[in-house]
């Protein structure tokens, strides 16, 4: 194994740690705002960090673009699910625990 694979290594495991805290959050977590919380930033932080371990196996520099827009992609669906969600929740009156 070389350098560059095992770092690859180390950033996929870190990116799949973050996941599992995200999914965690989403089932511990009161209510339904905090689950959103949860979800999108863990997700699109573990997801950076795999994009960026899989960069460093990219044979060429289109792969690299293509996995970057996969990325972009990803973080901009996961923001606007996010955000309909949030707004049917309020509209059916619910409130966070906290008050906010």
């Not at 009156?93 to 906010?100: E, F, I, K, T, V």
Request: with cysteine; net charge positive; charged share 15%.
């Amino acid at each position: 194994m070389t350098f560059w694979d095992g770092i690859t290594v180390v950033l996929v495991v870190v990116g799949a740690c973050f996941f599992v805290a995200g999914s965690l959050g989403m089932l511990r977590f009161p209510d339904t705002f905090t689950r959103l919380h949860a979800a999108t930033k863990a997700d699109n932080v573990g997801l950076g960090f795999v994009i960026l371990g899989l960069l460093l196996q990219a044979d060429s520099f289109f792969e690299g673009v293509k996995l970057i827009i996969i990325w972009l992609l990803v973080a901009l669906s996961g923001a606007a699910a996010c955000y309909l969600i949030a707004r049917a929740t309020l509209q059916d009156g619910q409130r966070s625990r906290s008050g906010a």
